[in-house]
């Protein structure tokens, strides 16, 4: 066994699509801002209470508006009582309830869509009131016996519900009104929404403020989050699976210029909240091609990262055996040095631990690294940990509090361990292995299967290139204004981002298939308008339903395929 530490990086990405309706300014879903009071607040408090500890932590432009544009509501309707865009914050705060049946059980359904044995079992009055939503739900004449301040006790419970854990043990208003548990007030709503405020007004300062002492990496994903290389060349599909079915659309026009668009707003956007240029990028998806690493090296990144089956799948075309994969690697003609997510161990995080005792759980990873450091006798050994920083966490006991404080803890001060970041990696001049081909891929199963060549995917593709075709028809007139433009063009990067495509298909949930579809087809259809057009007759229909079950929701995915 080397005598050096094993450097271990523990990567985590925050990223929520687009919610809003650009042309209203309304948000559609409300995961944004429950996601921040959650998961983003809890994540930099565990960071900030283990000053020995170090991670990359990577943020999608887009998200970063988004928290931006909710802070800047708490406060508007907290000094001059403007109204929110965001119809469930709105019914949060309303002095009346609404007197509509069909509203008010879609409030109530609303108000039920959190994990059902970790938030809603966890405090048995919100789980009461939930099971007497569920009966009304079937029940549809004894709505009109449902008073406002079963809504109002529901509403309330369902955002102490989704307050992060370090919240919920430090805040003496939070602590108060769970304590309560009924009857809640106006007066103690609004008091819901001075607590969310500081949350939002405060998270991305808190990871900035760690990232100036060098305790954390902040890295940067293009701007709407879209699959690079299949914007590059849809055809590079075909890498991973050779027989998968491909859209009509032969390949997305423009798709390089429309990359480097991304790229360009995205580090523009990441500079503006931050203060500074990102080193490293991870791109949408862990979604790579040999055209998109020498696109991310031209465009000056350090660094990017992507899943260990995109390495394997390399290693196998490059005919390469035995060689360690804890190690960045170059891909020849691309000058970037490419980190490669550890799917078992991440898969594990994601999927098997929130069922463990959080110290069974922490001493079975830390094992887990031990054993790597132990038989893999390479030197300059890196192991990555990579995933998303929100939706693992609702499936653990209080929101991963007890775990991630153990693990951070005992990685620490672990003798033969060093928690460390991707630039800090490349800074100590680590080894960096060749790599004669890559395979084009993602860190789902090393393919792009999760976001093309099923029917309802495809079609979502040729829709998109619908569209793409008639902004480029509308601007090569000139009739558009620099203003215009401009709008059109962000609309545009809405309707390329990764996550409608993530959801369409028959295997996933139906009503987050519902969800995801209306806000691609409304997101196409204000694409035409923006540039003059009438939306195709299409755009009203609905294009694919789901009636799955997937692990985690469908939210999550693993690494690795039949996890």
Request: aromatic share 12%.
């Amino acid at each position: 066994m080397s005598d050096k530490k094993l450097k271990l990086v523990i990567c985590w990405h925050m990223h929520q699509p687009e919610y809003r309706d650009l042309q209203t300014g309304e948000f559609q879903l409300p995961w944004t801002y429950l996601h921040v009071m959650k998961d983003y607040v809890d994540m930099i408090a565990h960071l900030e209470a283990a000053p020995e500890a170090k991670a990359v932590v990577n943020f999608a432009p887009i998200l970063l508006e988004q928290i931006e544009d909710y802070a800047r509501q708490v406060g508007r309707y907290l000094h001059d009582r403007i109204s929110f865009k965001d119809p469930l914050l709105a019914a949060l705060v309303a002095p009346s309830t609404p007197s509509d049946p069909d509203a008010r059980l879609k409030l109530v359904k609303d108000c039920m869509r959190a994990n059902r044995e970790r938030q809603i079992g966890r405090y048995p009055t919100f789980q009461k009131l939930v099971k007497m939503a569920e009966w009304m739900e079937q029940n549809h004449d004894a709505l009109s016996y449902m008073n406002s301040q079963f809504i109002s006790d529901l509403l309330a419970w369902y955002h102490l519900a989704w307050m992060g854990e370090s919240v919920k043990l430090t805040d003496v208003r939070v602590k108060r009104l769970i304590a309560k548990g009924s009857g809640y007030t106006l007066h103690e709503r609004i008091e819901i929404v001075e607590v969310i405020g500081e949350q939002l007004s405060t998270a991305i300062c808190r990871y900035k403020a760690l990232a100036r002492k060098g305790r954390i990496e902040l890295s940067v994903t293009p701007y709407a989050h879209p699959i690079m290389p299949l914007l590059i060349d849809i055809k590079s599909t075909l890498q991973a699976m050779p027989d998968a079915p491909l859209p009509e659309l032969d390949t997305y026009p423009g798709g390089e210029e429309r990359v480097k668009w991304h790229l360009k707003h995205g580090v523009e956007t990441f500079k503006r909240f931050f203060g500074f240029i990102p080193r490293g990028c991870w791109p949408s998806e862990g979604a790579v091609s040999t055209e998109t690493l020498k696109m991310l090296s031209e465009f000056g990144f350090d660094w990017a990262a992507t899943g260990g089956n995109v390495l394997h799948n390399s290693l196998r075309l490059s005919d390469i055996d035995g060689v360690s994969p804890h190690h960045p690697f170059r891909a020849s003609g691309t000058g970037i040095p490419c980190f490669f997510r550890d799917d078992g161990l991440s898969d594990l995080i994601g999927f098997e631990y929130s069922k463990w005792h959080a110290d069974d759980a922490v001493a079975d990873l830390v094992n887990h690294l031990e054993q790597i450091h132990k038989h893999d006798t390479s030197t300059d050994k890196v192991v990555s940990i990579i995933m998303d920083g929100e939706n693992a966490w609702e499936y653990f006991p209080q929101n991963g509090y007890h775990f991630l404080s153990a693990l951070y803890k005992r990685l620490s001060h672990h003798p033969e361990i060093q928690l460390t970041t991707f630039s800090e990696c490349l800074d100590q001049a680590i080894e960096i292995q060749s790599l004669p081909k890559l395979m084009a891929g993602s860190w789902v199963y090393g393919t792009f299967s999760t976001w093309i060549g099923d029917v309802d995917k495809n079609r979502g593709w040729d829709m998109l290139g619908d569209a793409k075709w008639a902004f480029d028809k509308v601007v090569s007139t000139g009739r558009l204004t620099d203003e215009q433009l401009a709008l059109a063009e962000h609309q545009l990067a809405i309707c390329e981002g990764s996550d409608w495509f993530w959801w369409f298909g028959d295997y996933n949930p139906g009503e987050a298939v519902s969800s995801f579809e209306k806000q691609f087809r409304l997101n196409l259809s204000n694409l035409y308008l923006l540039l003059g057009e009438d939306p195709p007759a299409y755009l009203a229909l609905s294009f694919t339903q789901g009636s799955g079950a997937p692990a985690m929701g469908g939210t999550m995915r693993p690494g690795i395929e039949n996890v």
